[in-house]
């Protein structure tokens, strides 16, 4: 088993803006050793010329002091340099992705960051080599990294965490873009509830996880929040694939029909379910509506909360197939497994990350050693994700902190009415 990975996601891990201060520090720090080696410098040359005044005065090791604080100064400004020109890596990565996917839904904001784009390559145009070269070497990783084209499968057939990674980086279904809504009109669908509750708000990640419904056949369930100052919030629970039929006339809508209707870009039967279930819940356009998804409804999540008329501020899903593109008032929480075959067809998510500052990625290696397993879904099970849930609610990672803290707000709720609900396919 690997250890657990908390970042923003993507080949941008790091603030570019902090890296920049940081530089700027280690700068500050380079010029003030460098005035300290000028002053030992001037001490030394005083010292030598009036050697009976300062008798007993040590002229080798006042040089030797100059030279160690010339040299401390030089590799400060080394690093400061290399700090900023990291930064400007990743700000050139972050900006190639900000300017094709503004391009779909804002031309003046793509031209403007073009602008700034061109201008850091025109400071030094083998930063973008750098750059194209960083985001190659993310997106390759998984595919040919030690122990994949040598695994348990022979030479020349590579894991299925790694092939479910090409196809998703050559249909380009991994990532969501702004503006993307789903096309087409969903199979018919009829929702039911089939239970209800008034449970305790979780405690942590973990507790959410172990929310996800399923008994009684039910595919979603949604919990209504009163606040303390009585306002209302929801809260949706979202299952994973029921079945593996591709038949219109299946009865589950969670199956494998639904799957590749979303990965492709169309509206499925499992999506129109859930919009259905939060309507019967009483969840209203502009409700506060947070999401918590397994597999396949990881994709349904990502549309709910990019295209539904409900104000969702918090996703999290676990083993999704594909990464939306949210706001930057909106928390995207993704945990995945790097052996995961099904996580894989998001091809690792975006380059540049996605949503709020407080959001992040968390992964981990459930299987080290590649073999015949990775054909299974293993890696995919809810036990394994609730495992990895459980290591981020034991993290001090600011961002798992921070996730904490929406879990003590909830727990502020003054009544929490849960309704489980089960949708089928119909006509």
């Known amino acids: 088993m690997g250890g657990l990975s908390i970042d923003h996601g993507g080949v941008i891990a790091v ?48 040089r030797a002091a100059a030279q160690a ?49 061109d201008r850091l390559l025109a400071a030094d145009p083998a930063l973008g080599l750098v750059a194209t070269a960083l985001v190659l070497q993310w997106t390759t990783r998984p595919l040919f990294g030690p122990g994949v084209l040598l695994g348990g499968l022979g030479p020349s057939v590579a894991p299925a965490a790694a092939v479910t990674q090409l196809l998703g980086s050559t249909t380009g279904f991994a990532k969501v873009q702004p503006g993307e809504r789903l096309r087409g009109h969903a199979d018919p669908v009829r929702v039911t509830a089939v239970a209800r509750s008034a449970p305790r708000a979780p405690a942590d990640l973990t507790a959410a996880l172990r929310r996800l419904p399923e008994s009684g056949g039910a595919q979603v369930a949604v919990e209504r929040y009163t606040m303390k100052d009585g306002a209302t919030r929801y809260v949706a629970y979202l299952s994973g694939t029921r ?3 591709l038949a219109p006339t299946g009865t589950e809508p969670w199956d494998m029909r639904s799957n590749v209707q979303l990965y492709a870009g169309t509206r499925s039967a499992s999506y129109q379910a859930t919009l259905d279930a939060l309507a019967a819940s009483g969840a209203q356009p502009g409700d506060r509506v947070d999401v918590v998804a397994y597999s396949q409804s990881g994709m349904i999540a990502a549309h709910v909360a990019m295209e539904s008329d409900f104000d ?21 929480v993704q945990l995945r497994h790097a052996d995961d075959v099904v996580s894989r067809l998001a091809t690792g998510g975006s380059a540049e990350g996605t949503g709020s500052a407080d959001s992040f990625t968390a992964s981990r290696l459930v299987e080290p050693l590649p073999g015949p ?4 879904l293993g890696s995919h099970g809810i036990e394994e994700y609730e495992e990895t849930a459980r290591l981020v609610d034991a993290s001090s990672d600011p961002r798992a902190e921070a996730l904490g803290r929406y879990w003590t707000e909830l727990g502020e709720a003054t009544e929490v009415e849960r309704t489980e609900y089960r949708a089928e396919r119909v006509g």
Do not use: W
């Open 312 to 332: 969702v501020e918090l996703q999290i899903t676990a083993g999704s197939p594909s990464e939306p593109t949210l706001d930057d008032d909106q928390t995207l």
């Open 243 to 245: 079945s593996v039929s």
């Open 373 to 376: 397993d990775d054909l299974g």
């Open 15 to 62: 603030d570019t803006e902090e890296l920049r201060a940081v530089a700027a520090r280690i700068a500050a720090a380079a010029g003030a050793c460098g005035r300290a080696a000028t002053a030992v410098e001037q001490a030394r040359v005083a010292v030598s010329s009036d050697p009976e005044a300062f008798e007993g005065v040590p002229l080798p090791a006042l």
């Open 69 to 117: 604080l010339h040299e401390v100064a030089a590799e400060l400004a080394h690093a400061a340099d290399g700090a900023r020109r990291t930064a400007d890596v990743f700000e050139i990565v972050e900006l190639r992705a900000k300017v094709e996917a503004l391009a779909h839904t804002d031309a003046g904001a793509a031209t403007a960051a073009q602008a700034r784009l």
